[in-house]
């Protein structure tokens, strides 16, 4: 009876042990960020609400009117992506170098986001 009890604590340290070891970080690929949308350029006026990515950091939080045109200036030579954390509100991809737009949600609220290929990577997006 001991040696029962003893064996069923032994398996439930193993499975306890095992799991917590599998816990990694989800992997990025297969999620291709959905639109890049290669929209015309808007000539010469440029300056409008921009995301500025430099050294893996999207910077300050970023105030934008509902369905504004946000830039996305990646000054790494790594590709990030502007990834609405929850729903899918906004999903932009930045190559490295490059520059990209997405258009801001017409709802109202704070939009956290990050980067799918580094999850460390964190912003928080305004709409009001
Ligand atoms: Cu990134």
Redesign the pocket.
């Known amino acids: 009876m001991t040696r029962l009890i003893t064996l069923a604590f032994a398996t439930l340290l193993f499975v306890t042990g095992c799991s917590s070891g599998i816990t990694t970080t989800p992997s990025a690929e297969g999620t291709p960020a959905a639109t890049t949308s290669a929209a015309p350029a808007p000539s010469a006026t440029a300056a409008g609400p921009t995301i500025s990515i430099a050294d893996?950091k999207f910077g300050a939080p970023l105030t934008v009117t509902p369905g504004a045109t946000v830039t996305v200036v990646n000054s790494d030579g790594?590709?990030?992506?502007v990834t609405a954390d929850s729903g899918n509100a906004f999903n932009a991809e930045v190559g490295g170098k490059g520059t990209t737009t997405f258009t801001a949600p017409s709802q109202p609220g704070t939009y956290a986001y990050h980067?799918t290929?580094?999850p460390m990577?964190h912003g928080q997006l305004i709409v009001q």
Request: include cysteine.
């Open positions: 893996m790594a590709e990030h992506t980067c290929y580094h990577m």
